[in-house]
C-alpha cells in the first residue's frame, strides 16, 4: 500500500460534519495530503470544521476551502491524485467529467431511490416502526433513507396505520419543532412540496402529521397512498426523483416478481431494505436486483458496521469506504515482484522456441490445468 498523493474531498449538507471529516479521516490515515471542501449550506458547520483543521494539521498538510460551488469548480480544475465526492448523482457527473480530464482517480458516493420492501411474513409493527425511523431520522434527508416502500397487499392497511401511529408517537406535536429536523432551506423546501401536488392530482391519499411552521423550514412527514391502479406513479416526480425529505410513498404488490421487475426497472440504488421472514424471498431479492448495500429486517444500521464497505453502483456511486474499506479508498494497492534465483528458470521462455521448449511448455499447460 502506497498513498494515492494529493486528494480533493467535497463534502454534502446533510450531515456536514461527518460526511467531512469520515473520509477525511481515512485519507490522513493512508498518508494522504488533502483539500476539503465542506458545504456552503452549513456555513457555521463549515466554519468549525475549517477551525478544528487549522488546529489539528499544517496547512500544507490539510487545507479547506470554504465558499460555494464557484471554489468546487475550481477545485476541480486541478490536477489531483484522487477525488472522493459526496453528494447527488447530477453533480457527481460532473465530478468525474472534470477527473476524466487529468484520469484522476474518484469515488462518488451518491444516492437515489432505496426501496423497502414488506412481505406478509415480517413483523409488520417492527417494520413500521423501524421505517418510520429510518424515514425521519434528519427529516429524511439521508442518502440511504427508505425511498418508497413495496407493502404486500395482505398487510398493507396494518402497516399505513402503523407506520402513521409510530410517526405520532416519535414526533407528537407538542415537541415536533423541538425533535424534527428542519429542511435544509426554502428552495427544497419548495421542491419537497411540489411532489405531492402531481400525486393528489391523481387521486393519491396523502396524509400529514404534525405542525410545520413555515418559517422554520420544517417539513410534515407525510404518506403518500399509490396503491390505486388508476394512478400513473412511474410518471410522478416521488417516483422517478429521489425524495430526499419526510415523504413516504407506498405501493401495494401481490407477488414479488413485480417488485423485482419494479426495482429492475429504476437505476441501482444505494441501499435496499427487506422486511421479510421467509429465506426465500430474502434469497430473491438479493440475488436478482442490484444495489449498494443490503439490510434485511432494518433500514440504516449497515452505516454503522465498520467492518462492512459503504457505497453505491453506477448510478448510486463508485467505490466504497468506511473502516478499512476507507484505509483502501484513499491507498494504491503497489504490486512489488523481488526476483530470487530460480527466475532464471524463465529462460524457457526465451526464443528461440525448440521442440524441448515447446514439449516443456505444453507439460507446464497440462500441469496447471489439472
Not at 484520469?103 to 432505496?114: A, F, M, R, Y
Not at 403518500?224 to 410522478?236: A, C, G, P, S
Not at 429504476?266 to 431479492?285: C, G, H, M, N
Not at 530470487?340 to 514439449?359: C, E, M
Request: charged residues 20%.
Amino acid at each position: 500500500m502506497e498513498p494515492r498523493g494529493s486528494c480533493l474531498i467535497i463534502a454534502p449538507w446533510n450531515y456536514p460534519f461527518y460526511l467531512a471529516l469520515a473520509p477525511l479521516v481515512a485519507a490522513i490515515a493512508a498518508g494522504n495530503t488533502v483539500i476539503l471542501k465542506p458545504s456552503e449550506l452549513t456555513a457555521q458547520t463549515s466554519r468549525l470544521i475549517a477551525s478544528i483543521c487549522a488546529e489539528v494539521f499544517p496547512p500544507e498538510h490539510v487545507a479547506v476551502f470554504l465558499g460555494g460551488k464557484e471554489v468546487s469548480e475550481e477545485l476541480l480544475k486541478l490536477k489531483f491524485d484522487h477525488i472522493f465526492f459526496t453528494g447527488s448523482t447530477t453533480v457527481g457527473k460532473l465530478v468525474m467529467r472534470a477527473a476524466a480530464e487529468n484520469l484522476t482517480t474518484v469515488i462518488l458516493e451518491l444516492g437515489g431511490k432505496s426501496p423497502t420492501v414488506v412481505d406478509s411474513t415480517c413483523d409488520i409493527e417492527w417494520a413500521a416502526k423501524k421505517i418510520a425511523w429510518g424515514k425521519s431520522v434528519n427529516a429524511g434527508q439521508t442518502c440511504v433513507a427508505p425511498d418508497y416502500v413495496f407493502v404486500h397487499q395482505s398487510v398493507f392497511e396494518k402497516f399505513r396505520t402503523l407506520y402513521l401511529q409510530n410517526i405520532e408517537m416519535f414526533y407528537p406535536a407538542s415537541s415536533f419543532n423541538q425533535d424534527f429536523a428542519r429542511i435544509i432551506n426554502r428552495n427544497h423546501g419548495e421542491r419537497l412540496a411540489s411532489m405531492l401536488a402531481p400525486a393528489e392530482l391523481q387521486g393519491a391519499s396523502t396524509v400529514l402529521k404534525g405542525a410545520a411552521p413555515n418559517h422554520q423550514q420544517r417539513m410534515l412527514p407525510a404518506v403518500v397512498d399509490l396503491r390505486d391502479k388508476k394512478i400513473h406513479f412511474e410518471k410522478l416526480s416521488l417516483m422517478t426523483e429521489e425524495i430526499f425529505g419526510p415523504i413516504l410513498p407506498l405501493l401495494c404488490y401481490e407477488n414479488i416478481e413485480e417488485v423485482i421487475e419494479a426495482i429492475n426497472f429504476r437505476e441501482k440504488p444505494l441501499a435496499l431494505y427487506i422486511f421479510s421472514k421467509d429465506k426465500v424471498t430474502q434469497r430473491r431479492l438479493i440475488e436478482s436486483t442490484s444495489s449498494g448495500g443490503v439490510v434485511v429486517n432494518d433500514v440504516l444500521v449497515h452505516l454503522l458496521n465498520p467492518n462492512l464497505p459503504f457505497g453505491g453502483v453506477n448510478q448510486s456511486g463508485h467505490g466504497s469506504y468506511h473502516g478499512y474499506y476507507g484505509f483502501r479508498a484513499f491507498s494504491h494497492e503497489k504490486a512489488v515482484l523481488r526476483q530470487g534465483i530460480f527466475g532464471r528458470l524463465l529462460a524457457i521462455l526465451f526464443p528461440p522456441y525448440t521442440p524441448v521448449k515447446q514439449k516443456i511448455a505444453e507439460f507446464l499447460v497440462r500441469f496447471r490445468i489439472h
